[in-house]
């Protein structure tokens, strides 16, 4: 059997295969790129829209929505965005997903029952649900309950309510003093 001798290219056949590659590396270049390339596209704001506004708006653009996470706002009402990622106005690929923030509205709580509680205990009280006692406590003569005392509260008990509100009391003075007749 005879063994094949492999030929050893000459200099002018490495140079056109170099030639070859080149041109084959640069077409696929263009022609990878022309089918994967995507467009950019601005964001719009979606902020202070529903979020079906908002989907609507983001696809319109080419661009998707998912809620990211959802969170209260004292003054952004339930269901609307709060913010967004990437930014209204930010440049981006199309197909891209925004993420929303979305409102649940404000935070609200219980009103807790202040009712016979020391004025620093119903404050303590207060406070740790939220809400904000009143600055002007005022104070009544009252025989039916220990001096320092709540006896009235406004909103009642249990009311549902806006955290950060404010919540009013009144506190006994303590029975009225009996003033002894003069002689």
Not at 37 to 48: E, I
Not at 87 to 113: A, C, F
Not at 118 to 131: H, Q, T, V, W, Y
Not at 151 to 165: A, H, L
Request: with cysteine.
């Amino acid at each position: 059997m005879r063994k094949l001798k492999a030929k050893k290219l000459s200099p002018i056949g490495w140079v056109v295969l170099a030639v070859i590659l080149l041109f084959l590396t640069i077409m696929s270049y263009y022609i990878l790129g022309f089918y994967f390339k995507v467009k950019d596209v601005r964001v719009p704001d979606v902020s202070n829209k529903t979020t079906s506004d908002a989907a609507v708006l983001l696809k319109e653009s080419g661009l998707k929505a998912e809620i990211d996470f959802e969170s209260h706002h004292m003054e952004i009402p339930m269901g609307l965005v709060i913010d967004q990622n990437p930014s209204g106005g930010s440049i981006v690929k199309k197909n891209r997903t925004v993420k929303l923030n979305v409102s649940l509205g404000p935070e609200k709580n219980k009103i807790p029952d202040l009712l016979g509680l020391p004025l620093r205990d119903a404050k303590i009280e207060i406070e740790n649900s939220g809400f904000i006692l009143y600055p002007e406590v005022e104070f009544v003569f009252n025989s039916k309950v220990p001096k320092g005392c709540i006896f009235q509260q406004s909103p009642r008990p249990d009311t549902i309510m806006e955290v950060g509100k404010e919540v009013r009391v009144v506190a006994s003075k303590g029975s009225k003093p009996v003033q002894k007749p003069k002689p």
